[in-house]
DNA sequence: CTGAAAGCGCTAACAA
DNA sequence: TTGTTAGCGCTTTCAG
């Protein structure tokens, strides 16, 4: 351990202080290739000795690896990139990427814009791309030049591999509690229209209805908790008789609530209401919340795992969406 | 707007089809040196035909300049890369670092452990530090090859400037509100014993509560909502006449407000509670939170600013903190 | 098993 | 104003 010098160690450092050769304590290093036992401690020593870190930037540069991560946010404005939502992915994505010595940057990626992409995939630092919210249109657009190091968290294509939550199981686990519970009249506040992965529950919800012989009454939301209010007060001024209202984001049922308890409607007496997510505070506000717990962390980091693997991964890995019963319904 | 090569075209390819050297492209596209105007623009077509982008890391290389920025997060566990509020600092960060071509790793750095700093001061792929949750220990242990290129949000030190929001100013303004409004015995759950910036509001606490003749009523916290709770139950046992509960973060605040309720404790009728942070859902609650919002989003991005633009900051940036008052004090 | 040499993509003296 | 020449720190043939 020692005090870190001005300039950092280089592998040409080590490989003097150990009496060696820079192949052979690349070598060495790197875990590749043949090294005499005497050889391979001589260096570990001088590495120790010298606190020396490879540096990951030279190594990807003549390994042609790359060494950014980029999570790619599709949306019709930059301000998609302050979702916690996405915040979450790029946190997971991070921690995931750093014992490779691998940076993860954030990029907005504008709605049917297909030259951002051309941009990351002519990048010779970007090592793989993470999208989110992708729309078909964008997964069209993905280089050829991108295969094999890009992933989607939402919907994926032929040559897009897809990391998502069970959106069908978990849109019908909660719906069918809702039923469970005695409730009839169910309307649903939707994600963005210009987003396929969200048009799934509602793909779900209207199948459900259906076969149950209910109305079918969906309103549009964008997962905003403002999106939830108003919503609701939509909801109850078209469907006087509605008994629950069941929304695809946690935000957006706290937003429906609020909205509701403004309007005299008591939660869950006179109307249900769930979300989906499972938000940490969910458990802790009155009502608590019913809703579907997703493993967000864990989705991001398998598909920062798969784009940084290279690894074939399946066209569609799904991660299960788990009913938590609470207070609103 | 060429379909991306499987290979990304490189300076030698823009040169040779812009018929200058090397040198040349790199001047022009780098912006540094002379070039006429005729090479200028021949040089500007054939990147732009052939898409070229230029590669940070090759750059990072020569000019010594590292392609990451390291968000290195001190706290007793690993867990702590879990916290929203890391992930926001994460967020934040990545954005402002993506058009330089940086990535953002996130590290965490066990207490009192220095070789974590120094095998960061000595991989030559860092560009920068950026520390979250530090302690004076920690914060003497940067190595000296880190200044200039490190930042604090929360303490500081001689070296390491520091970004926070103004805890004092923050807290101080929270406990006048429940003053103001005729509260009288007010406890307060803090942030970790080991963390330094958290500390602070208790300070203004106990100067607030000496200048007023009130009772010091302190509680160990965690910002966590569990930790609320605890705190509450605990708060109500010893200090039966209590009227208000002041809680350093919004999550824990929550967790109060829960528990207070399950014991049968009107808020903010028989006791007031305030947080500190303003987190998207605290407007839809009920009660609505009364709290202090503070802009984590522009610290972290001033932090990580200061990083990579190596500019010497000052000892201490403050951000302010503002009063929203709500509904539950 | 080891070392010499070439080169990843780029910048920065230096000479022309 | 431009091209030539060295590298940045590392891996990787290819000879020894």
Redesign the pocket.
Known sequence: MTAAAH?????????RSA????????????G?????????ERVAAAADRLG????????A????GGVRLVVAVAGPGASVLDDPYVHRVVGAAARVCAPAGIGVALHWLPLGERSSLDRLAGD?SVCGVVLVNTTEELLEAVPRSLRGRVASIGIGSATVPSFDVDNDAGASEVLRHLYATGRRRIAMVSGPRWLPCSQRPVVAYRRLMRQAGMPERVLPGDFTAASGRAAAGEALRRWPDLDAIYAISDETAFGVIAALRDGGVRVPGDVAVAGFDDIPLAGMTAPALTTASHPVGRIAAAAATAVLDRRPAAPVTLFPSALVARDSA
Chains 1, 2 share one sequence.
């Open positions: 300039r950092p160690a280089t592998l040409e450092d080590v490989a009496g060696v050769s820079r192949s052979t304590a690349s070598r060495v290093i790197a590749t290739g043949f090294a005499s036992p005497a050889a391979r020396y870190v490879p540096n990951p930037a030279a190594r540069l003549v390994r042609g010779g």
